[in-house]
């Protein structure tokens, strides 16, 4: 199936320029045309995201992606329902075996509401139940998903404010189970990303080979 990233943008792990190390960031048809070693659309339309652990990292931290995320931002009130799912394939990883592959972001906070990893083969996750909460709490979703694996990973969060993460590989179902966001997200707006996000910051000594890599061979994102 194809991949239609056209109406998302692609935080990338390349620099802005010889002059700005920060991470640039492309629409995801420019992305496309490129950065084709990059971002990569395969023979069957599915789509190849690559991100050295070594590469232009967002002002904040020091770690590197190669992940799509919505152009806009929502609220929780604005739609019945909110809903990312993702059919991706982690193909490598970096030497941490720790990469987040999917999340329900925060406009202008660095702690998003869910955080989805894959972590040394399981399916893990972060939730804030409270948008000043400091420290996610953090859970198994499910366990025994190798690499090379394709599986479907799918946060839902209701204009209620309930919650969930399930992740279904080859017939094993995974699923956070209810989860209530709090009133405090109320007034907070969101939006969706997925892809690869490395969970090791890089040094001088980081080796080129070192990063991760996923393929997304189906993403359906909607509010209805």
Partial sequence: MTV???NLTITTPVPKSATNPVALELNGAQAIAQLPGIVTVLADGSLQLSAPTKGASSKSTHRTRCEWKE??????????????????TVTKVNSAQKIVISQ??????DSPAIKVFWQKGNITMGFRQSFNQTTPVNTTVLRGVPLGAKFKVTIRATSAGAASVSVDYNGLIGTSGDLQLDSSWNSQVFNFHGGVYNQIDYTDATPAEDGSVCIISDLVISHS
């Fill in 4 to 6: 239609n990233i056209s």
């Fill in 71 to 88: 152009t806009f931002y929502w609220s929780l009130a604005s739609a019945a329902e909110h809903i990312n799912s993702q059919e991706m």
């Fill in 104 to 109: 329900m972001h925060v406009k202008n906070d």
